[in-house]
């Protein structure tokens, strides 16, 4: 399995027309390969994916898989509300060549019980064509609380390709009861629990922070395996309060324009979801600037013309 380190969930960068903009994929890669980011997740929730149309989703991963070239492993996410539409992306995303797929429950309808998970996910798996299948675990997104665990105890009767679980959401208690699968599946943390992921043995995170903020995830990476716990955890603190001011924003917004603000444009939020406004864009500029945490020296408002 090729992903080690951060794996950055990437935003969708649009146009001012509303349209992917594509041209955008190779500045956020050198972005990304000079902040120490080691690959990247596309269409999953900080990418907008569920308000992507199948065509948006299907573009959107061969254009990184080009991108990456086969040296930036690629995980494509891969779920949608409707299971045909979600085994069309799983082929496609083999075709394109993507290192490996993941998917989240269904929201509007999601299972009940691990036996309907299972029954959901495995077809997907299957028309994949055994590239490493990840269940991607997002129960703020989606409500569906199912113990990822049992997941992967019972999935791997079921989905013979079932590779792991990412846990994107901080909960510790999720953490905890996959470990003992460890030897097993591979186990991915948020990057909000990176730091209590690294202390039960996890080398492997996926997060939107990663986006901007690699540096600061790099030096918890760094001091952790020193030794140094106490310089780890002030690390992880800094990165907990950059979480705490853009949860004030809209964390998603909040991305975006911080994007911005290090040079890569990658447009506005979609509806239902809106861009900052000028005041709110100028407010968290002031609240971040000092925070020495960023990929980049950040821009100011006035240089975008904000």
């Not at 097993?184 to 209590?196: K, Q």
């Amino acid at each position: 399995m090729p992903f080690e380190g951060l794996i950055a969930s990437a935003y969708t960068p649009f146009a001012a027309t509303g349209r992917i903009n594509a041209l955008a994929v190779p500045e956020m890669l050198k972005l990304y390969r000079e902040s120490g980011v080691s690959g990247v997740m596309v269409g999953g929730v900080a990418g907008e994916g569920h308000s992507l149309t199948i065509a948006e989703r299907r573009g959107l991963c061969e254009t990184w898989a080009g991108a990456g070239e086969g040296l930036f492993p690629v995980f494509a996410h891969i779920g949608h509300e409707c299971l045909a539409d979600a085994i069309e992306l799983a082929r496609q995303a083999e075709r394109a060549g993507v290192a490996a797929v993941a998917a989240m429950a269904p929201i509007a309808y999601g299972p009940r019980s691990v036996e309907d998970l299972i029954e959901y996910l495995a077809p997907i798996a299957e028309a994949a064509g055994g590239l490493p299948f990840y269940f991607y675990d997002a129960p703020a997104f989606n409500s569906v609380h199912i113990a990822p665990d049992h997941l992967l105890e019972w999935g791997s009767l079921r989905v013979p390709s079932l590779a792991g679980v990412i846990l994107a959401n901080p909960d510790a208690r999720s953490l905890q009861s996959c470990l003992p699968l460890a030897s097993r599946f591979r186990v991915l943390c948020a990057d909000e629990g990176m730091l209590s992921g690294l202390a039960h043995g996890i080398t492997c995170a996926v997060g939107a922070s990663f986006n901007y903020a690699a540096p600061v995830y790099r030096r918890m990476l760094d001091r952790f395996e020193r030794g140094d716990v106490a310089a780890a955890r002030d690390a992880q603190t800094q990165a907990t309060e950059l979480f705490r001011i853009m949860r004030e924003f809209g964390t998603l917004r909040a991305g975006k324009a911080i994007m911005s603000l290090v040079g890569v444009d990658c447009g506005d939020v979609r509806p239902p979801l809106r861009a900052l406004t000028v005041p709110e864009f100028r407010q968290l500029h002031e609240r971040v600037r000092h925070m020495e945490v960023f990929a980049r020296p950040l821009g100011t408002p006035e240089d975008l013309g904000r």
